[in-house]
């Protein structure tokens, strides 16, 4: 997951970049349509004011269309407070917004439909009964399958050790969910701020665990046997000279 966001915001890096070298009109505008064109899940481009008017939109709009103000949008109040690249992902509508720091205080802005990404997520399935779930960074659940967890369990998710583990540390962190029959994997998502999770039925998960340690138990069998049998028929093999003597 991290390659899919990291690979749009090397895009629209590159993107902003070249905008703001010496091209002709003509030039950015066939550069804003073909990158539009070829990325289908981009639904806006826009170039935003310090006071958060957007000057400039892709698709193009008529004219004499009113301006449209961000300064409102909790993004573009993160990204005025901080002027560094500011990722934000909503669940409703399901979308990305980028902002990236331009030259003479303009700010970029780019909006990605996440509902390819949410559809995925709520069709996964990872060892038959379990899921993905995709969190925001505060831990809070955003993308997962309609009905896997109740409306408590979606509450309680912030406060989960697994949670709070996976948004402080890069490293995949596992173990139960507690007070909840659900064991899990988790990961931060370091691109957007976030993680991923992978849950489970405790059921489930140790059942697949005990078949394991089952399998293993008589694989170690079947090579203590042959083990045992080899020893024998080596031993025999030795002791037969000095029993002729």
């Known amino acids: 997951f991290n390659v899919y966001f990291k690979s749009y915001d090397h895009q629209m890096s590159f993107l902003f970049t070249?905008?703001?070298?010496?091209?002709?009109?003509?030039?950015?505008?066939?550069?804003?349509?073909t990158v539009?064109?070829?990325?289908?899940?981009?639904?806006?481009i826009s170039f935003i004011?310090?006071?958060?008017?957007?000057v400039l939109h892709f698709p193009e709009v008529a004219a004499s269309t009113t301006p449209v103000s961000r300064a409102d949008d909790p993004g573009f109040k993160q990204f005025l407070s901080s002027r560094a690249r500011t990722f934000r992902l909503t669940a409703n509508p399901p979308v990305l917004d980028i902002y990236y720091p331009l030259s003479n205080d303009m700010g970029g802005r780019v909006r990605i439909s996440m509902s390819n990404l949410a559809e995925r997520i709520a069709s996964e399935s990872v060892g038959g009964t379990g899921f993905v779930v995709l969190a925001d960074k505060t831990g809070a659940p955003l993308f997962m399958p309609e009905g896997a967890l109740d409306e408590a369990s979606r509450q309680e998710m912030p406060r989960w050790a697994l949670m709070q583990s996976?948004?402080?540390?890069?490293?995949?962190?596992s173990g139960p969910i507690e007070g909840r029959d659900l064991v899990g994997a988790a990961q931060?998502?370091?691109?957007?701020?976030?993680?991923?999770?992978?849950?489970?039925?405790?059921?489930?998960a140790y059942a697949?665990?005990?078949?394991m340690k089952k399998s293993s138990l008589m694989a170690l069998g079947v090579v203590f046997l042959a083990a045992v049998t080899g020893a024998g028929f080596l031993a025999r093999r030795l002791s037969s000279p000095l029993l002729a003597l």
């Open 18 to 33: 070249a905008l703001q070298k010496n091209l002709t009109w003509e030039d950015k505008s066939e550069l804003l349509r």
């Open 36 to 44: 539009m064109a070829t990325n289908p899940d981009i639904q806006e």
């Open 49 to 54: 004011s310090p006071a958060g008017k957007e």
């Open 166 to 173: 996976a948004l402080k540390s890069p490293s995949v962190t």
């Open 188 to 204: 931060s998502l370091e691109s957007i701020g976030g993680a991923i999770l992978i849950l489970q039925p405790r059921s489930d």
């Open 208 to 211: 697949g665990i005990a078949e």
